[in-house]
């Protein structure tokens, strides 16, 4: 069973516009949702992250929504770049447990 | 520089034999994780290790060994009771194990495939 739901699978955006990349989860538990980015032929690297404590979180062109009620939350990539082109990765933990549980993964093409 | 190196990148196994990937890590982390990487499937857990001689199963242990006897090494073998290891194989590592809310370092991983 998918703990961690995201959508879509794929993504392709033009060139200085907003991506958004959506997660889902069940487990009430969770209070850890960090975003990873991979490169082709690359291990994910950590971009940003979220605890529930908050609603949002902005680092530079990358923002973390968060909506605790409805267990989901979002990655908005502003004035998107063709060097952003990447797959990206939800995952959520907890903090009393023993593992992250990524999800499915988006592939993101942004078109000069 | 500080980092995680897996290798080989590229890995091919034959029916029936077991192969083992390496993972070195020289950040001075405790814990250390595998990670199998499928197309559509996200990353899923296959063994983790909270601190030198002592690691635990994650999702999909079977047909998977691993053995930590050096805090910079965690070697996972894939033996031939796994019948579908064609997959991305990735090691990764974070500063301690608090039960969650670590930054995972990750390789570059390694491409296995079946001859």
């Known amino acids: 069973q998918q703990q961690v739901k995201q959508s879509p699978q794929s993504l392709i955006v033009q060139k200085g516009g907003i991506s958004i990349i959506n997660c889902a989860y069940e487990?009430?538990?969770?209070?850890?949702f960090p975003w990873y980015q991979q490169f082709p032929g690359k291990g994910p690297a950590l971009l940003i992250a979220?605890?529930?404590?908050?609603s949002e979180k902005k680092e530079g062109r990358f923002t973390i929504s968060f909506n605790k009620s409805a267990k989901q939350f979002s990655l908005h990539i502003m004035d998107s770049q063709p060097g952003d082109s990447a797959t990206y990765f939800c995952a959520a933990s907890r903090r009393t447990g023993n593992q992250f549980y990524f999800g499915t993964g988006t592939s993101l093409t942004v078109i000069p | 520089d500080g980092g995680i190196t897996q290798s080989p990148k590229y890995l091919f196994r034959k029916e029936g034999q077991n192969v083992t990937l390496s993972c070195e890590q020289n950040?001075?982390?405790?814990?250390m994780y595998w990670y199998r990487q499928d197309p559509g499937q996200g990353l899923r857990l296959i063994y983790y290790?909270?601190?030198?001689?002592?690691?635990q199963k994650g999702d999909i242990a079977e047909g998977y060994s691993v053995s930590r006897e050096k805090k910079e090494s965690f070697p996972l073998t894939v033996t031939s009771a796994q019948k579908n290891p064609t997959a991305f194989y990735l090691c990764a590592s974070s500063i301690g194990w608090t039960g969650g809310g670590e930054k995972l370092f990750f390789g570059s991983g390694t491409q296995l495939s079946v001859l």
């Open positions: 979220i605890r529930p404590d908050v």
């Open positions: 487990n009430t538990a969770f209070d850890y």
């Open positions: 950040l001075n982390h405790d814990a």
């Open positions: 290790s909270q601190i030198v001689n002592d690691f």
